[in-house]
């Protein structure tokens, strides 16, 4: 089945500083990606959606210049979350989808503490 | 937008079914999904449903019915690894995934 890979699985930074997420479809070619974030005990919520090549749409209440996305090339999207603050501390999972596919494939997340 | 209501938590004995309701209302429908998370993990896909009808998966099935804006999710002979949390999903025409609060099946021995 297909795969995608999230680097790192976990980073501690501290307040103000930028971290970089990176999401990888290893075996297919990802047309769009998704970024979630996820606090405890709450579900799924889509932060934004990247196409390769062309700017991310970003959902209502999150801010693009906050959290940076890049989908530079078909199986590979970046987050940056930039001068972190403890706030942000959230579970980061993104997905890819194919272009002729249904399902989105999950990464297996990133968990993100700002100290 | 997307409103999706599931129940928070349910209980269930080990080799037992449960039953997992969800209801909608969008305002785009392109499918609807189930997935199951475990704490600290992503969710891993589990059902499709974009026609009326149930779609049986082994020990998992899952029925949609468009009209109602509602669909379930059937567990059958529940085993303890099946403690986890279930979250409904609603895809719209952009392909963008919605999902419930999710339902934390707890399965006792």
């Known amino acids: 089945g297909a795969v995608v890979s999230q680097h790192p699985s976990w980073v501690i930074c501290k307040s103000g500083t930028s971290v970089k997420i990176e999401c990888r479809s290893l075996d297919f070619q990802a047309t769009t990606m998704f970024w979630y974030r996820q606090f405890p005990k709450q579900s799924l919520m889509l932060m934004a959606t990247s196409n390769e090549g062309s700017k991310a749409t970003y959902e209502q209440g999150v801010e693009k210049d906050k959290f940076l996305i890049n989908h530079a090339s078909l199986t590979l999207s970046t987050l940056t979350v930039t001068s972190a603050h403890p706030e942000d501390s959230s579970f980061y999972i993104c997905s890819a989808r194919e272009l002729a596919g249904y399902e989105q494939y999950f990464g297996p997340g990133t968990r993100l503490t700002v100290t | 937008g997307q409103n999706i209501d599931q129940p928070t938590e349910m209980t269930a004995t080990e080799g037992a079914i449960v039953q997992i309701n969800c209801t909608y209302q969008t305002s785009g429908f392109n499918g609807l999904f189930w997935y199951q998370q475990h704490a600290g993990e992503a969710p891993t896909f589990l059902s499709y449903?974009?026609?009326?009808g149930l779609e049986e998966k082994g020990r998992f099935s899952s029925f949609l019915s468009r009209s109602k804006g509602y669909s379930y999710l059937l567990l059958k002979e529940l085993q303890m690894k099946d403690s986890a949390s279930y979250l409904c999903?609603?895809?719209?025409?952009?392909?963008?995934?919605?999902f419930g609060a999710g339902t934390t099946v707890t399965v006792r021995a």
């Open positions: 449903n974009v026609l009326d």
């Open positions: 999903a609603v895809r719209d025409g952009d392909y963008k995934l919605s």
